[in-house]
Structure formats: C-alpha cells, structure tokens
C-alpha cells in the first residue's frame, strides 16, 4: 500500500478564515459564541428563539468565483468553494492533471437554512422561483460548483454519514488514491447550514445545548466538563489534500502528517445513542492498521461533543483501548460542533497541532468527567506529537478513526 499523506489544507471557520487565522485562535482558545443570528436561524416573530452557536462574520470568496456564481450559490457551497482555494494553492494542484483529481464532500441535507429561506421568500409564488433552484437545492450543487471553478475532471461524489461526514470523507479519498483512482483526492468536509428547523429538533432531542447556558453563550460549550448539556453549533469547513509522499514531494510540499490507519464501522443502530462497542472496534482497527500499539499515541483528539451520554461513553472506549496515557483536548469547545464539517475541521487542527508541535486548550473543562486524564487545560501546552488519533460518530450508528503520523516520527 502507498505511503498516504495530508499534502495541503484550507480552513473557514467562525474562528477565523484560513489556517492561518485558524491556528491562531485555537492555540489563543478564542472563541466566537453567541446567538445565532443569520437569517433563517429562528422561526419568523418569534424573538424569544434563542440558539447559541458561532457564525462566520466575514467571508472572503476566492476571486475566482464570479459574481453570478456567487449569488446563486449557498452559504455553504460559497465557504467551500473558499476553503478549496487555500488547500488547492497550497497542494499546486494546477500542477497535477485535473483527470487525475478526485474531491469527496462530506455532508448530506448541508443547505437547509437556505431552502427554507427560498421557500418563505416565495410562499404563494412559486412560479417566480429562479430556475437555477432546480440544481442548487441539491448537495451534489456543491460538488458542480467546485468542479467547475477548479476544473476538476477525475471522480467527484457527495458522502452521507451525519457527523462522521468529513472524516469518513477522508477515509474515502486515502482509498481513492491507494487504489490508483486519483493522483491526488480533495476530502472536503462542507458546512451545515442549519435552520431553525433542524435547531428546534436537535434541542428537542436532547442532543443540542444550552438551557443552562442561555444567557452565557461563552460558558455553553464545555465538553467532557460535568455541567455540559448538550453540543454547541459553530459554522466551519476544512478541506485535506491526500495523495503519496512520492506525489508530494515531487512538488516540493512538506506533508503536515502521514495517514497510517483508519477504520469506519457501523453499530447497526438507527437512534442517536453512542455505541461503546462500535467505537472500541473503529479504534482497535485504526490502531491495528497503522501497525502501533496503543502505548505509542501521544494525543487523542476526540469527537467531543458535550453530549452528556456521548462524552462519557468515549472516554470509556478511548480508555478501554489503552490510550488512558495520551493528551486529550476537545477542539469543538473552540470551534463548536460543525456536524457534517466536524471531522474534516478536526483533523486539520490535529494536522495544525502535529506541525506546530503544540496543543490547543480546552475551554470551560472546569470539571473534567474523568479528573484522571491527561487532558491540555486552560493553557496551549507544547509537545512534540510522533503519534494521533482522531474520532468521529454521526447519528445512524457510524464510527470512525483515524490515526496520522508525524513526518519526522
């Protein structure tokens, strides 16, 4: 099998747009909570909606999305049109035959505010709708969208796995280049563009904070801390360039890790509950392909959702596959929960960390589930990563993991 790396990759986050930016935040723990206030966000006259989360504030499109492409293109196909720009630059991959470049979008159901904005805006006219909602509506519009801005020929494909998405996205692509169906493949894990809609739902289900929070929109998202009480939502989209060493370096690129194992497993469940079971054996696969024993991670970066049921059940199975010793940060107590987005963000911040040979803090872990980890706290810690793991679920029963390697390991 091929020696698989992260070439390249792009960042918008509400934290800031660009890795750049992005890194910086993450190691200041900056935050951008608030209400959430796009339109689309609460149900029209009812201002006593009140949903936390953290909005990208300003959006900067690559001059290569023209004007008329812009206006018909969601907030989320824009945001990955912009974070394929960075990663695109940074990879050269104007160098490589656009036959021979596969991009994978992580997400499903990603542009629901603005359907459900069109569908306000022309309630009782529908036949003054723009005809080009007949392919914009669709996720495989961000897919088109992309293709034709970068000229992208090889394969192209949407993925469905809820909040697993752009990790899973990621598995799909090192397969993609192993196999020899692309020189170099995209995983793009594609912001959710949530409306009030799918807000008032995950709140009712338990799933999406805060009720304890409501007024303190800073102190809301506190994984693994024992007052959590639910995910917090934050805009993002991260996008990985994966193709061989031997590709990377015939451009001139310094990998930022090396993908040695991954594993996607099922727990055979429809509900939302977590599944010990299936995230013990995504993380005993992962480990077991990349062929190093357990002793050897250096940091876990987990899903870490602030689920009070979910952030417990992974500690167990993180614990239960002798990684107790590893350093242990939440990257969603910064970012937020991006669900479709959440993996592909995480693993460039894991990617960000490796290179930086520091970890990020945690916010608000004021009260850790488990005191006895080795969790990076309030403060940035420096620490030189050989070995990582990254976790992700989705709702559905999907588990995921993935272990990178530090070039110089």
């Known amino acids: 099998m091929p020696e698989l790396v992260i070439s390249a990759l792009g960042v918008t ?11 910086e935040a993450l190691f200041a723990g900056r935050h951008a909570f608030g209400r959430l206030q796009r339109p689309g966000r609460s149900e029209p006259g009812d201002d006593s909606a009140c949903f936390l989360g953290a909005e990208i504030a300003d959006l900067s499109l690559p001059p290569r999305l023209p004007a008329r492409s812009a206006r018909t293109a969601s907030l989320a196909a824009q945001v990955a049109a912009a974070t394929l720009q960075e990663a695109w630059d940074e990879a050269r991959l104007d160098q490589v035959d656009a036959g021979r470049i596969g991009l994978v979008v992580g997400g499903s159901n990603m542009q629901q505010r603005e359907l459900v904005r069109l569908q306000a805006e022309f309630a009782g006219r529908a036949q003054y709708l723009r005809p080009s909602y007949a392919t914009s509506f669709l996720d495989t519009d961000i897919c088109g969208l992309c293709t034709e801005l970068f000229g992208i020929r090889g394969f192209a494909c949407t993925l469905g796995a809820a909040s697993a998405s752009g990790q899973i996205a990621l598995i799909q692509a090192a397969q993609a280049v192993a196999a020899g169906q692309a020189d170099a493949c995209i995983a793009l894990g594609a912001l959710m563009d949530l409306s009030y809609w799918e807000c008032q739902a995950l709140r009712s289900a338990g799933a999406m904070g805060s009720d304890v929070f409501a007024g303190e929109p800073a102190q809301a998202c506190r994984p693994f801390d024992r007052r ?4 917090i939502y934050g805009e993002n989209c991260a996008a990985l360039v994966v193709e061989t060493a031997a590709s990377a370096r015939a451009r001139g690129l310094e990998p930022y890790a090396h993908i040695a194992g991954c594993a996607w497993v099922m727990d055979a469940n429809r509900s939302t509950n977590p599944s010990h079971e299936g995230e013990l054996r995504a993380l005993r696969q992962a480990l077991g392909q990349a062929g190093v024993d357990a002793a050897m991670i250096d940091y876990v970066n987990p899903h870490g959702t602030g689920s009070p049921l979910g952030d417990e059940t992974e500690l167990r199975a993180i614990c239960d596959a002798g990684l107790a010793a590893a350093s242990i940060n939440a990257t969603k107590s910064i970012t937020g929960h991006g669900l479709t987005a959440a993996g592909a963000v995480e693993l460039a911040a894991v990617a960000l960390q490796l290179r930086a040979g520091r970890l990020h803090p945690t916010r608000n872990l004021d009260d850790p589930v488990a005191p006895g980890l ?3 706290g309030a403060q940035a810690r420096q620490q030189s ?3 990582a793991v990254s976790l992700s679920m989705g709702f559905g029963g999907f588990n995921s993991a ?3 390697r530090h070039p110089q390991a």
């Open 13 to 23: 986050s509400a934290i800031g747009q660009g890795k750049a930016a992005f890194a």
């Open 228 to 231: 959590r009480d639910g995910f």
């Open 374 to 376: 080795n969790w990076v």
């Open 385 to 387: 990563v050989r070995w």
């Open 402 to 404: 993935v272990c990178l």
